[in-house]
C-alpha cells in the first residue's frame, strides 16, 4: 500500500487535500460554533477586522499610485 501511496503525484495529492479542506470547513466552523459561541464569533469578527484593515491599505495604496 505504501508504494501505491508513494505513486500519486504530488500535485494531485496536494489538490485533493486542498479540495477536502474546503469540502470541511462548513461542517468545521457549526461545530465551532455550536461547542464554543463566543470564541468562534470573536474569531470571526477578527477576521473581518483584520480583511478590512488589508482591503483599505490597499485601496489607500491604489489612491496614492493614481
Known amino acids: 500500500m505504501l508504494k501505491q501511496i508513494q505513486q500519486v503525484p ?3 495529492y496536494k489538490a485533493q487535500r486542498l479540495r ?3 469540502a470541511e ?7 465551532r460554533l455550536h461547542r ?9 469578527v477578527n477576521q473581518h477586522t483584520e480583511l478590512l484593515t488589508v482591503l483599505e491599505s490597499q485601496a489607500l ?3 496614492l499610485d493614481s
Open 36 to 44: 464554543n459561541p463566543a470564541s468562534t464569533i470573536q474569531a470571526l
Open 20 to 22: 477536502l479542506t474546503l
Open 61 to 63: 495604496s491604489y489612491q
Open 10 to 12: 504530488l500535485a494531485q
Open 25 to 31: 470547513a462548513p461542517r468545521q466552523q457549526k461545530r
